[in-house]
């Protein structure tokens, strides 16, 4: 049988692809990078999802229920702490309309919510256990030989994992960096002081983010350099760091788990090689400091989606070289300057340098003043805009 798409990887984009082409009637085959018998631990990360992610997830799933019970983010405060005085810099953002900016998800439920879609529909084939060797543009489509040998034919392949380097067999160069730092993710217990509010301090150790996803619950995400000694703390002393950045946020703190992710950048200089399309981490690995890594990856993933069912209904293959192109060049420079520019900001507003440190705060104070900008910045992390085009 010949597939529309093979899509390796079973992170969060390759299953909502994978769910939207066959959903849509797509002939799909999901190869996941699951080992037999090693099923992974559920995580405790949590994502911060814009509106715009909401609104258009909701809109191509509608019986995605268990949105509804997450509570309304409405403004997110900033605020950077001065190297000499104990002084603080804060920006608060929110949507001038009284829209709400997000919600913040669990990343099991979402997973769990897709899984069972998949599962359900007709046209997807899910092959575990048995994941590629070798891949091969071919002159109409892409030929994938699994571990087995067993041969995939496809007109396209999105390729969406990072666990088995077959990003190496692409003609597809990547800027990557290990960026040295681990993002302790802590989910908590708390008195949650200020409702519907995502709170972001810029601590001298790290980026310190305070995700509410429950009226007693919440993420706590420190990206710290590798070396930071909060990273050894035990849950005692890591509660009362905690509570000393956070003490006009939360009270009455309790750690529920903790976890700890390394942080790479990656940032591949091209979208697709021929038949071959990358989508998800593979093609942008972002810092979380401003919580839009997914929310790339969907906006990446319902243009896609759009072009090929727009150039499907007149006829066209969906490797068509003009589609395929139109893509590429539409999610580039979103892309790059979402991750670029969070590149830039963690080492900005994280520095200990105090001329940096200094400009940093006047830069804040600027951004506040002129509302047109703190608009820019707002309809960016909501994608109400980009949706809006879509
Ligand atoms: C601490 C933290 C907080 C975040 N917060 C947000 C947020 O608030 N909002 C937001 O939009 N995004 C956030 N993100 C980013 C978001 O979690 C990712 O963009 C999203 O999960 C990517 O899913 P993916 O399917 O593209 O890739 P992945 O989850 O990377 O999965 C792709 C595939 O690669 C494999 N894989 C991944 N890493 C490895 C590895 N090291 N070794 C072997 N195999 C691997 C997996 O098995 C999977 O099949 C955050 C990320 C982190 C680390």
Redesign the pocket.
């Known amino acids: 049988m010949r597939y529309d798409f093979t899509i390796f ?7 909502i692809t994978s769910c939207l082409l066959a959903r849509d009637g797509f002939k799909v085959c999901l190869v ?3 080992k037999q018998g090693l099923e ?1 631990p559920p995580t405790n ?6 509106v715009g ?1 909401l609104n258009y997830l909701s809109s191509q799933l509608p019986d995605i229920a268990f949105f509804s019970k997450y509570p309304e983010i409405r403004a997110i405060k900033c605020q950077l702490n001065d190297l000499n005085k104990n002084r603080h810099q804060s920006i608060k953002f929110n949507n001038e309309s009284n829209e709400i900016l997000g919600k ?1 998800v669990k ?1 099991t439920e979402l997973e769990q919510y897709l899984d069972n879609k998949i599962i359900k529909l007709n046209n997807i084939n899910i092959i575990n256990s048995n994941p590629p060797a070798h891949v091969e543009n071919i002159t109409d489509g892409v030929k994938l030989t699994l571990k087995s040998g067993e041969v995939l034919l496809s007109d396209l392949f999105l390729l ?4 088995i380097d077959i990003s190496k067999q692409l003609e597809i160069s990547f800027i990557e960096q290990d960026l040295k730092q681990q ?1 302790l ?1 802590i989910s908590i217990k708390a008195n949650l002081l200020h409702k519907n509010c995502a709170f972001q301090k810029f601590t001298s150790d790290g980026p310190l983010a305070l ?1 509410p996803y429950s009226d007693k619950e919440a993420s706590i ?1 420190w ?1 710290l350099n590798s070396n930071s000694e909060i990273l050894i703390k035990n849950n005692e002393e890591l509660i009362n760091s905690i509570n000393d950045h956070l003490q006009k946020e939360i009270t009455s703190t309790k750690i529920i788990s903790i976890e700890k ?3 790479k950048f990656v940032y591949a200089k091209r979208l697709r090689s021929k038949n071959i399309v990358l ?4 093609a942008h ?2 810092h ?1 400091i401003a ?7 969907i906006k990446d993933i319902a243009l896609f989606l759009k072009l090929m069912t727009k150039y499907r209904s007149i006829g066209y293959r969906v490797n068509n070289n003009v589609v395929l192109e139109e893509y590429e060049i539409n999610r580039k420079l979103d892309n790059a300057a979402y991750s670029f520019g969070t590149f830039l900001l963690n080492d900005i507003l994280s520095s200990n340098n105090q001329l940096i440190n200094f400009t940093a705060r006047k830069g804040i104070r600027l951004a506040d003043k002129i509302r047109p900008l703190k608009r820019i910045f707002t309809d960016s992390a909501t994608g109400n805009k980009f949706f809006r085009s879509l």
């Open positions: 990887g079973s992170g969060i984009s390759a299953k996941t990078d699951k992974k990360l949590v994502t911060f999802l814009s992610s913040i990343n969406s994992s990072s666990q993002a993710s995700l995400v990206s992710h390394n942080l989508l998800g981490n593979i690995n972002i979380p919580g839009q890594g997914l929310n790339l990856s």
